[in-house]
C-alpha cells in the first residue's frame, strides 16, 4: 500500500487549504489553491477564497488573552481547541463555496491565531531565547478533513534562529519576481510588513521586515468612538468626513515610529505595535474634538492613516536603498 504522503507527493497537482486569523482578531481568512511543482518551479493557482468572521465573544476572548493580563492555563486549552473548530467550519465554507467535497482536499496549512511573540532575544530562567506562541488547534484540521496538516509555522522559524515574521517573502518570491523590475509588496494587516524582490533576483536576495503599526491604531480609535459597534472604518467612510489637523497627526506619527525604531529586520507585536493604542485613544479622541472637522470626533480617524503610513514608507525607503546600493 502507497503511503499517503508518497501518494501526495507523486501527485502532479495538489488541492490546499491555508488558513490565516491575523492581529486584528476578526476572522478567519481560507484560500484554496492548485499547486503543482515543488521549490523555485513551484506555481500555484487561487481557485477560492472565503473569510469566516468571528463572532464578537470569541474575538473578545482572543484580544483579551493577547492582551497580556491575567488568564489560566484553562483558558489557553479552551480557545486552542475553540478556534481549532472554528477553522474547520471555515474550511468547510471554503469547500462549499469552491463546489468540491472535503476529501478532495490534498494538504492543509494553518498559521493559528498569535496569542504572543517575543522576537527580541531575552534572558529567560537563566537561558537566552526568542519565542512565540500561536493556538488554534491544527490535529482537529487533520482529523476532519483526513490529510497531511502542517502548522507552527511561526515557531519553525524561530527554533531555526529567525524572527518569525514576516512569513510571507518565500511565497512572493514565487509569485511576484520580475527580471526586469523590483518589486516591493507592503501589507497594511493590524501590523504592516514589506517584502522587497530586487530585480532579477535570486531567493538569497530577498528581505522583508515588519514595518511598523498598520490599522491597528485607526481599529482601536474607531472602536472607542463607536463604543464598540464597529471594530474598524468600513469604506473609510468615518476617515473621509475628517481631514489632517497637525497636532492629532504628530502624536500619531510620534507613536507609530516609537513603535517601530527597532533595527532591521525586524518583526514586532501588538504589545509593541498597538498595545498601547487603547491607551492613547482617549487623548486622541479628546485632541480630534478640536480638529473643527464636519464630524469632530473623525479628524482622529482620517489623522491615523497618514500617521501609520509614514513609518511603513520610511522604513521601506531606507532600509531598501540600503540594501540595493
Known sequence: MEHPLQRLWNKPERLVIGFMSGTSADGVDAALVRISGYGV??????????FTPFDEATRAEVLRLAGGGSAAAA???RINFHLGQLYC????????????????????????QTLWHIPQEEIYLGRSQHSTFQLGESAMLAE??????????????????GLGAPLVPYTEFLLYRSREECVALQNIGGIGNVTVLPRDCRLEDVFAFDTGPGNMLMDALVERLTNGRQHYDAGGKMAAQ????????DA??????????????????????GGAAGLRCGAWRIAAGYAGNRHPLYGGVHCLWPAALQPLSSGTHDCGRRRML
Open 89 to 112: 467550519e471555515a474550511g468547510d465554507a471554503l469547500c462549499r463555496q469552491a463546489g468540491i467535497e472535503r476529501a478532495q482536499v490534498d494538504l492543509i496549512g494553518c498559521h493559528g
Open 75 to 77: 483558558d489557553f486549552c
Open 41 to 50: 518551479e513551484t506555481r500555484l493557482t487561487q481557485l477560492a477564497f472565503c
Open 242 to 249: 475628517g481631514r489632517v489637523d497637525a497636532g492629532i497627526f
Open 144 to 161: 476532519h478533513f483526513g490529510c497531511p496538516t502542517v502548522g507552527d509555522f511561526r515557531v519553525r522559524d524561530v527554533a531555526a534562529g
Open 252 to 273: 500619531g506619527s510620534i507613536f507609530a515610529a516609537k513603535a517601530a525604531q527597532n533595527h532591521r529586520p525586524r518583526s514586532l507585536w501588538r504589545a509593541v505595535s
